[in-house]
């Protein structure tokens, strides 16, 4: 994956804390979200830290997965439907108004997780995307936030 693409990458830098996307955050998990076809793609390889049961991933981490996989997903679905560049002014910012997680199976902390998204819905200022985490063939948890584009007042 070449990571420069990223959409995260296009985030400027004084909204790029983000614990879970953001590049400039050297504590998060700086996942990178690309395109995949009409879905969207986050490979992220837990660290033994991310522990819950001994051999399990945190489901705090999982559930952090999904959200910033799914709120840069809907950034990127703006863009695209716009038919604009992501480095295009104004800017589509979005944040999370609900998030929803269904734990399936243990996720195994050996390995790499693949995190995908799908648009169900773009509805003015809302975007509602589902995501899943697998491990290997078994899809571990399954997600849905319905992602909303920061208000000018955020705060
Ligand atoms: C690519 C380059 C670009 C730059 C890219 C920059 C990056 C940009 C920052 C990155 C950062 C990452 C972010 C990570 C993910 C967080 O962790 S974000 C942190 C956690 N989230 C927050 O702190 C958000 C706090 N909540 C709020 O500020 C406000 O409640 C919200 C979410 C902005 C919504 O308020 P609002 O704008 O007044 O929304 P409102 O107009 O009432 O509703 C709009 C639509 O959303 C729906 N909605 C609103 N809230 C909810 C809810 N809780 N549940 C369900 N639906 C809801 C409404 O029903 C409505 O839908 P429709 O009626 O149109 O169908």
Redesign the pocket.
């Known amino acids: 994956m070449d990571a420069i693409d990223a959409?995260q990458d296009?985030?400027?830098d004084n909204?790029a804390h983000?614990y879970?996307?953001g590049s400039q955050n050297p504590h998060g998990h700086q996942i990178k979200t690309v395109w995949d076809g009409d879905e969207t793609v986050t490979r992220f390889t837990p660290e033994p830290y991310h522990t819950s049961v001994p051999g399990y991933a945190y489901g705090g981490l999982i559930a952090s997965l999904i959200?910033?996989h799914s709120?840069g997903t809907a950034?990127a679905a703006m863009y695209r439907q716009a038919g604009r560049d992501?480095d295009s002014l104004p800017?589509?910012?979005?944040?999370?108004?609900?998030l929803h997680v269904d734990f399936l199976k243990p996720t195994p902390l050996a390995g790499e997780l693949v995190i995908r998204g799908r648009v169900k819905e773009i509805?003015?200022?809302?975007v509602v995307v589902e995501t899943t985490v697998s491990a290997g063939d078994v899809t571990t948890a399954r997600g849905e936030v319905?992602a909303?584009q920061?208000?000018e007042n955020?705060g």
């Open positions: 959409f296009h985030y400027p909204v983000c879970g996307c959200d910033c709120t950034a992501m800017a589509f910012r979005f944040v999370t108004g609900s509805k003015g200022r809302k319905v909303v920061m208000p955020f």
